[in-house]
């Protein structure tokens, strides 16, 4: 099936006892078992079914089916927030003394995580120079766990190139976890590009209303986790904390997920809300329309600011010259990402006032919502980092992250227009 067809019906029919056609909610905490001994299978994970929503839930289970289908995974796990899901993903693999080598282009906590959080439990995140795959393979070493990378960077909107960050993982025995969040399997599905591990903020561009955080861990099911044993003892040695289970042989494909689940959602908890899935299940229904108005209207807008005079830069990975054109034909079908970033002429404070003009595009950090944001990444989303950090990051002073929305996109634009009139009132000036 295609992704229209996916993201309405996969994981999902009418459900047999009442014939409900919409995804029912099942408000449950726990699920009765038809015998001790039923109870013992479920708990030896020897047969399906559910036993406790903090494992899983029936409305949350379609969920994970869908994003699953719609990246084309062996299966995945979903959980309350994005950041949940990369903080279960990189511990599943890294335990104290791995290192996580990663792209610098990231959405600002996920840096905090890998370069505050993560080092006081002793695994470390290691920043490369550049995306590229050369930057990056000159950082992995024997205790590398992972290779990581945002397939588009929030908000620095570089397009990574997977197919050779994932060679460089797979020479050196590591597998490559991305966070697909700003492209979503709409734009690019990374498995088809050798990466092994999907990770999703659903509260962005998925859900798309801006309305219900969530996340998603997406799992490939094709890196090989008893090949690299002496890499991954946790998953190819007896797991004391689970009876002496071990996930690449009782797994095999799906070994990777089901330790995320059985290790850390049983015991971490970061559990999505069988109403949050629901809620996401409905913004999931319209995305691969929404993301092409999404994309129509940010080129408009993008060819918009560059014709301005009163706009310094604009950093649009659609435009020709970008050096991340060529990505976007290969990865992303021609599609450049809503998200973006521009200066306005005058630096900081010419773009405060033009940022504190807007009247239809809202003032806020998030991204991938139906309604047009904006954000200043320095002093909120990328405050924690350093001045030097930030630029590696894609992040300026005067920079403007702008999520273009599906409105009508004059309207877009005419409240570009008259922020931009306020903050550098003459035209002819900005052109001097
Ligand atoms: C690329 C990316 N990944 C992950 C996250 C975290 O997602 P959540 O807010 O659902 O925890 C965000 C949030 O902005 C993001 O932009």
Not at 129 to 140: C, F, G, Q, V, W
Not at 416 to 422: H, M, P, T, Y
Request: hydrophobic share 40%; glycine share 8%.
């Amino acid at each position: 099936m295609r992704n229209e067809t996916i993201a309405i019906h996969a994981g999902y029919e009418a459900d047999p006892t009442t014939k409900a056609v919409a995804v029912p909610i099942y408000q449950t905490a726990a699920y009765a078992f038809d015998s001790a001994d039923h109870g013992a299978a479920l708990f030896n994970l020897e047969v399906e079914g559910f036993r406790y929503s903090r494992i899983a839930n029936p409305t949350t289970a379609v969920l994970e089916k869908r994003v699953s289908e719609l990246e084309g995974g062996v299966g995945a796990l979903a959980v309350a927030t994005g950041q949940a899901a990369l903080h279960f993903s990189f511990v599943n693999v890294a335990d104290h003394g791995g290192n996580i080598v990663s792209v610098p282009q990231l959405y600002g906590t996920t840096h905090t995580l890998l370069s505050h959080i993560l080092p006081r439990q002793g695994i470390v995140g290691r920043f490369a120079m550049s995306d590229s795959a050369d930057a990056i393979e000159r950082l992995i070493d024997e205790d590398t766990r992972a290779v990581f990378a945002e397939t588009i960077g929030n908000p620095a909107g570089n397009v990574c190139d997977i197919e050779a960050l994932a060679k460089v993982a797979h020479r050196n025995g590591v597998p490559l976890i991305v966070d697909n969040t700003v492209a979503t399997p709409i734009l690019l599905k990374p498995f088809d590009y050798g990466a092994d591990i999907a990770v999703h903020s659903l509260t962005k561009f998925m859900g798309g209303h801006g309305t219900t955080l969530g996340g998603m861990i997406v799992d490939s099911g094709r890196f090989a986790w008893g090949k690299h044993a002496d890499r991954f003892p946790a998953f190819n040695k007896p797991d004391a904390s689970y009876h002496g289970l071990v996930y690449a042989e009782r797994f095999g494909p799906k070994a990777f997920i089901e330790r995320a689940r059985s290790i850390y959602q049983r015991t971490m908890g970061a559990v999505l809300s069988p109403f949050n899935a629901f809620l996401l299940l409905q913004g999931i229904e319209t995305v691969a329309l929404r993301i092409e108005r999404h994309v129509e209207n940010a080129r408009k807008v993008a060819e918009f600011l560059r014709g301005d005079p009163r706009v310094a830069w604009v950093n649009y990975a659609g435009f020709p010259d970008s050096p991340y054109y060529p990505l976007v034909q290969k990865y992303l079908g021609g599609n450049a990402s809503s998200l973006f970033t521009f200066g306005i002429k005058g630096g900081m404070e010419s773009g405060k006032t033009f940022y504190d003009s807007l009247k239809l595009i809202t003032r806020l950090v998030n991204i991938g919502d139906a309604k047009s944001l904006a954000c200043h990444p320095a002093s909120t989303t990328h405050r924690q980092m350093s001045a030097e950090q930030q630029r590696t990051a894609g992040v300026l002073p005067e920079t403007i992250r702008l999520s273009i929305g599906i409105e009508h996109v004059a309207d877009i634009i005419e409240d570009i227009d008259q922020a931009l009139a306020r903050a550098c009132p003459s035209r002819l000036e900005a052109a001097e």
